[in-house]
């Protein structure tokens, strides 16, 4: 049983080398007498940035358990049931599921066991357009984004597994869409297949907030922020009044040691409400102590007026005269509308009217290499690890 094992806990830009590849792993092909569960054979694997948490120590307020050091890695995958001791499963059923990287597992959580329901699309898909990614992109764009007809929405790391979907789902309802991504093919990708109205690499941008008003003139209805730090701190510059920024992911700050400008915009615990007089430095310690589901009424920051150069995210100043909403999410609470979701899209699907690129990585030896790529920008569209065909 080929596996994909952690080494250690990961500090900084994880590597290939942070992974071994065990193929002496040992695999009992039938469930354990007195178990509830299924032995499956992985077909495919999911590759997501919030694995990098998991490769972390824990730490309080968690929302996600860590890899254990040693053991094989775990995410949502696709496989085909070999043996069953559960009465809704039997053998040879697809299911998708939270599964470890390795050929064959034993699957006892059944709360993440799903069958899979919709064999007219490619299985991959539900990994990403009608898995975890989809309902993010959905949740995030109809739930937090508020959106209506005609506002100027922006989306970063666009070409993603999640942002691909947001900007076709905001054209559908006829917003003005414009997407960054980091080389020109996925650039190109976005104005040709998915639709978008403009798109531009941010690397190739000196001035982010220049190359921002440029594509919005009259300013940004809506943010759906994948990426954090210094896109974040130039969109702020570029709000419109009554905007929204979904704050879905930071991952240009997720390898970092000292995290980007209001360091701890991510980082919730401690406070339920924050009546915000100041600004700055409280600001900033403040944000290390919110609890889930905290709020921030964004008052006043006078520690902020009388400086040349406000200090960190330097531009939230702008949350007050715009009246921005700015709030994050996470897709986990929103599983109620998965009925509701995947009905949605797999019209959309049939109809035409929403497509969906994936980056196929051949080979469980290969998955390191697709994992880590997602920090780098490798993957052009949802990474998956094909582990085998059937
Ligand atoms: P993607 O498929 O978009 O892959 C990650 C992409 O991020 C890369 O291809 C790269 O694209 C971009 N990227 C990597 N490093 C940087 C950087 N330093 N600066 C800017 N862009 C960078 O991933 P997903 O669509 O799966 O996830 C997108 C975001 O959504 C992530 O932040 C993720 O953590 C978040 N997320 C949040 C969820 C929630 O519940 N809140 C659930 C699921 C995802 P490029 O070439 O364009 O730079």
Not at 55 to 76: D, L, N
Not at 151 to 177: D, M, N, P, T, W
Not at 268 to 279: A, H, S, T
Request: charged residues 20%; aromatic residues 12%.
């Amino acid at each position: 049983n080929k596996q994909v094992i952690l080494k250690d806990y990961v500090s900084g830009f994880p590597k290939e080398s942070d992974f071994y590849i065990n193929t002496n792993g040992t695999m009992k092909l039938k469930v354990p007498e007195g178990s509830i569960g299924v032995v499956v054979k992985n077909l495919y694997l999911s590759c997501d940035p919030y694995m990098r948490n998991r490769m972390k120590k824990a730490v309080a307020g968690s929302y996600i358990e860590s890899f254990k050091p040693g053991s094989p890695i775990s995410g949502y995958g696709v496989a085909k049931v070999l043996d069953s001791r559960h009465p809704d499963f039997k053998k040879g059923d697809l299911v998708w599921a939270r599964t470890r990287w390795e050929e064959y597992s034993l699957l006892t959580n059944l709360v993440t066991l799903n069958k899979v329901l919709h064999t007219d699309v490619p299985l991959t898909y539900h990994m990403g357009i009608l898995g975890m990614p989809g309902l993010t992109a959905y949740a995030g764009f109809y739930e937090v984004c508020s959106p209506m007809k005609g506002e100027y929405v922006f989306i970063s790391a666009a070409s993603g597994a999640v942002g691909q979907l947001v900007g076709q789902f905001a054209k559908l309802i006829g917003c003005y869409v414009v997407g960054s991504a980091g080389s020109k093919e996925k650039v190109d990708l976005l104005k040709s297949k998915f639709r978008f109205n403009e798109a531009f690499n941010y690397k190739e941008e000196p001035d982010l907030d220049a190359a921002l008003k440029r594509y919005f003139p009259e300013g940004i209805d809506i943010y759906f922020d994948n990426v954090g730090g210094k896109m974040l701190d130039a969109v702020l510059l570029n709000m419109r009044v009554h905007g929204r920024i979904a704050v879905c992911g930071m991952i240009s700050q997720y390898n970092l040691h000292n995290p980007e400008g209001v360091h701890n915009l991510y980082f919730p615990e401690g406070i339920d409400i924050y009546f915000d007089n100041v600004g700055g430095k409280m600001l900033d310690a403040v944000l290390l102590n919110m609890r889930v589901h905290g709020r921030i009424a964004v008052c006043g920051m006078i520690s902020q007026y009388n400086l040349h150069n406000p200090e960190g995210v330097h531009n939230l100043l702008h949350l007050i005269s715009k009246r921005i909403r700015m709030e994050g999410f996470l897709v986990f609470h929103y599983y109620h509308l998965y009925p509701k979701f995947v009905e949605q899209v797999l019209s959309y699907i049939a109809e035409g009217k929403i497509v969906y690129v994936e980056d196929i990585a051949e080979g469980l030896e290969n998955g390191p290499a697709a994992l880590i790529g997602l920090f780098t920008g490798r993957n052009v569209g949802k990474q998956i690890v094909l582990v085998a065909r059937e």
